[in-house]
T-cell receptor, first 117, second 118 residues
Framework: AQKITQTQPGMFVQEKEAVTLDCTYD???????LFWYKQPSSGEMIFLIY??????QNATEGRYSLNFQKARKSANLVISASQLGDSAMYFC??????????????FGSGTQLTVLP | GAVVSQHPSWVICKSGTSVKIECRSL??????MFWYRQFPKQSLMLMAT?????????EQGVEKDKFLINHASLTLSTLTVTSAHPEDSSFYIC??????????????FGAGTRLSVL
């Protein structure tokens, strides 16, 4: 089974609107971390936001927020007030185990977001 | 956030030559670094986990003699693609674990290296 599933290969959003990028995950670990990264066409992977499995509040970072629904095993990324510069590929990722573990990230297949002027 | 520097950003080489890619953590120490490979329009595929002072751990299907990894210090890991062939052409990206301002362990990525083997 896929550990990280991103069901939206492509999304379009109007500039200044909000958009939600879906991510569901599968793990039997009690302790895990969820991440979102942005990859523009230049290729660099830019860290956006992190949510720990024991964090009770949804993570927020500027215009980014993570809608964490533990029972549903979903960790959707919400981008508010979209900007043209938000156009990029977005990857959801999970690290199983505790924060201090050296385990690697598992990535979803990504969602290509295009912001329309 | 923490900064990871990767060099070179783009390399073109002839078939049969070797190419070295460097990954440096600029403002933090990284006992563990990761090397990924990414094909166009696809997700990142983990190649190996690089551990400072010890041998790298390779993922299944990745040839360790083909992709040599050296993690000689807490701030530097190198990936050498030996005797490169056109099928090795890809985007290679490294990452290192650092801490964000909230104290969480985050994997920060380098800018990637586009390798084209002629």
């Amino acid at each position: 089974a896929q550990k990280i599933t991103q069901t939206q290969p492509g999304m379009f959003v109007q500039e200044k609107e909000a958009v939600t990028l879906d991510c569901t995950y599968d793990t039997s670990d009690q302790s895990y971390g969820l991440f979102w990264y942005k990859q523009p066409s230049s290729g660099e992977m830019i860290f956006l936001i992190y949510q720990g499995s024991y964090d009770e509040q949804n993570a927020t970072e500027g215009r980014y927020s993570l809608n964490f629904q533990k029972a549903r095993k979903s960790a959707n990324l919400v981008i508010s007030a979209s900007q043209l510069g938000d156009s990029a590929m977005y990857f959801c990722a999970m690290r199983e185990g505790t924060s201090g573990s050296a385990r690697q990230l598992t990535f979803g297949s990504g969602t290509q977001l295009t912001v329309l002027p | 956030g923490a900064v990871v520097s990767q060099h070179p950003s783009w390399v073109i080489c002839k078939s049969g030559t070797s190419v070295k890619i460097e990954c440096r953590s600029l403002d933090f120490q990284a006992t563990t670094m990761f090397w990924y490979r990414q094909f166009p329009k696809q997700s990142l595929m983990l190649m190996a986990t690089s551990n400072e002072g010890s041998k790298a751990t390779y993922e299944q299907g990745v040839e360790k003699d083909k992709f040599l990894i050296n993690h000689a210090s807490l701030t530097l890991s190198t990936l050498t693609v030996t005797s490169a062939h056109p099928e090795d052409s890809s985007f290679y990206i490294c990452s290192a674990r650092g801490q964000d301002r909230g104290g969480g362990n985050i994997q920060y990525f380098g800018a990637g290296t586009r390798l084209s083997v002629l």
